[in-house]
């Protein structure tokens, strides 16, 4: 009679951990996860990677290819993302078809455009990117700017690089790729 007791307890404990659990993926995958993936299938040049999900973070990386502008394409993955994972921080990665020669073209420029940002002299930015651009040999560059960042792209064949930079002291540099 007691060894039939706990048994019962044991299954009854048992299936609530598969119905506590089960329900928790079946939340994450239908009300989160299956929402952004369709949220990024509808953004031209966006290719969803991976999702990472925690409690107070959800983590996108994506491979971007062929977009006309870096900086509507990461506004428009911000306005779809975000009513999705409602208070979570959204941190987006890009993966790109970098190479050296892209590498090198950015660390040239990117002491300049620090000191842009620093001196918040954001005009500068402009001159720096063209000016990489023709000693780099890049084929095209993109840059732009919000109230929170500084976003560049450069671009040679079919290779591509996208940095986005904070404009305030306090944030590091936390989309790169």
Known sequence: M???????TFVVFIISLIVL?????L?????IEKPIKEAINEIKGVKLQQIQLDKEKVILTLDVSNIDNFVNTYHQIEERVVPII??????LH?????DQALL???????????QAIDKNEYSTIPTVVKKIKSQAHLDKVGYGMDEKSVYIDLHAGDKSLYVI???KDDQVVKNHG
Not at 2 to 7: S, V
Not at 21 to 25: A, E, M, R, T
Not at 27 to 31: A, G, K, V
């Open 2 to 8: 007691r060894l039939k007791n706990w048994l019962l």
């Open 165 to 167: 930079l904070p404009r």
């Open 86 to 91: 409602g208070k979570r921080e959204l941190q």
């Open 27 to 31: 939340y994450q995958d239908f009300r």
């Open 21 to 25: 659990f089960g329900g928790s993926f």
């Open 104 to 114: 090198h073209a950015w660390n040239q420029a990117y002491f300049d455009v620090a």
């Open 94 to 98: 890009f993966e790109s078809n970098q």
